[in-house]
């Protein structure tokens, strides 16, 4: 198959078929900053002190994706889509979940009234950038870092969970159609408000016994240590997506984690070369197949050791680039591939890569 000229340029479509589908890099990134970790990281803690850091990693990774036409998904907290209190509060849903572990409740969180006063919280001008940025799809990671499997939530509150979402959305100009669960706690039962709320594409979870969509309650050590294994020594080749296994019969499109890119860790400094060739490996076989190979990390993992984990994610696009050239690998977001797959979406339009017609 012949690839689309220069990659994707901002805007554009892809027009190859589904049916006869490419080899595809797709990224995303689960950008949250202290919502997605508040529930086990108080104000005093370390990692609260980085997530300043943690914000330059996005302009730093945008322009990375930039400058090497890479088109990526940002799968963003909606709260963090405010610049300003004033901002947000039109926006809060009034259905909210009552978890049973009161440590999950983000409505509880003292928010500041500006992004310079507040940045662990309020991102607006990040979320401007990433949408500014050539090839760059603005997706959403629910309003509030919603749990969709813990006890004391529901359909109707994960409904108005996404409405708020898009109406957060809205007010910056975008759309979202692209949407990434907090902790890849996947409800299927949850299809229909994923649906009905213009969502095209959801990352599923990968589909391996250690990644399982489980609540936290249902984690163990041995999962965990089994997923950190696996990043290094995995016995099996890294899972690759079919095309025709992307559309379900909803009509909604699961384009599920195939890795992590996980952090640089000096204790496994002599194992990153395993780490890198297990990546590779996953991209070729891809690449041969036709597949897609869906790679997903958040930006706060390059807050520390930054200089290792550019340069790691350096050396899996520079992979990537040899694919491109030898075998038509593509790179794609959420929402190319979604629109690959199923080309018109809720109302007849077509998805705009994240900013509103």
């Avoid at 190859?16 to 104000?43: K, M, Q, T, Y």
């Avoid at 507040?118 to 050539?134: C, F, M, Q, R, Y």
């Avoid at 060739?277 to 190979?293: E, K, Q, T």
């Avoid at 993992?301 to 040899?322: I, K, P, Y």
């Amino acid at each position: 198959m012949d690839r689309y000229e220069g990659r994707l340029g901002e805007g554009q479509i892809p027009t190859v078929s589904a049916e006869d589908g490419p080899g595809a890099l797709v990224i995303s990134l689960d950008f949250e900053l202290h919502w997605g970790v508040r529930d086990h990281v108080g104000r005093e803690d370390a990692l609260y002190g980085r997530l300043t850091a943690a914000r330059q990693a996005v302009p730093d990774l945008a322009a990375v994706f930039a400058s090497r036409d890479i088109r990526a998904t940002w799968a963003t907290v909606g709260f963090l889509f405010a610049s300003t209190r004033r901002e947000l509060d039109p926006h809060l849903p009034t259905e909210r979940p009552a978890y049973e572990r009161g440590e999950l409740d983000p409505y509880v969180e003292a928010i500041g009234s500006d992004e310079e006063r507040d940045p662990e919280h309020l991102a607006g001008s990040l979320v401007d950038l990433i949408a500014g940025t050539p090839g760059q799809e603005v997706g959403s990671h629910t309003f509030s870092h919603y749990y969709c499997l813990e006890p004391g939530q529901g359909e109707a509150t994960f409904r108005a969970d996404l409405a708020a979402a898009q109406s957060m959305a809205r007010s910056r100009g975008l759309r979202t159609t692209s949407l990434v669960l907090p902790r890849n706690q996947w409800n299927p039962d949850y299809t229909p408000a994923v649906l009905d709320n213009g969502f095209l594409c959801i990352r599923g979870p990968r589909r391996t016994w250690g990644h399982q969509a489980r609540s936290a309650g249902n984690q163990s050590i041995l999962r965990r240590g089994a997923r950190i294994a696996d990043a290094y020594l995995g016995t099996s080749a890294l899972p690759t997506t079919a095309w025709g296994q992307v559309l379900q019969p909803s009509g909604l499109c699961d384009i599920p984690a195939s890795a992590f890119l996980r952090p640089y860790d000096p204790r496994l400094k002599l194992l990153e070369p395993l780490r890198l060739a297990r990546l590779r490996s996953g991209l070729r076989r891809a690449a041969r197949s036709g597949r897609i190979f869906h790679l997903w990390w958040h930006p706060h993992n390059f807050s520390q050791h930054r200089s290792e984990n550019f340069a790691m994610l350096g050396r899996v696009l520079d992979e990537f680039d040899r694919l491109a050239v030898s075998e038509g690998m593509q790179s794609l977001s959420m929402g190319d591939v979604a629109d690959l797959v199923a080309p018109v979406g809720p109302g007849g339009d077509h998805d705009t890569g994240g900013r509103l017609s």
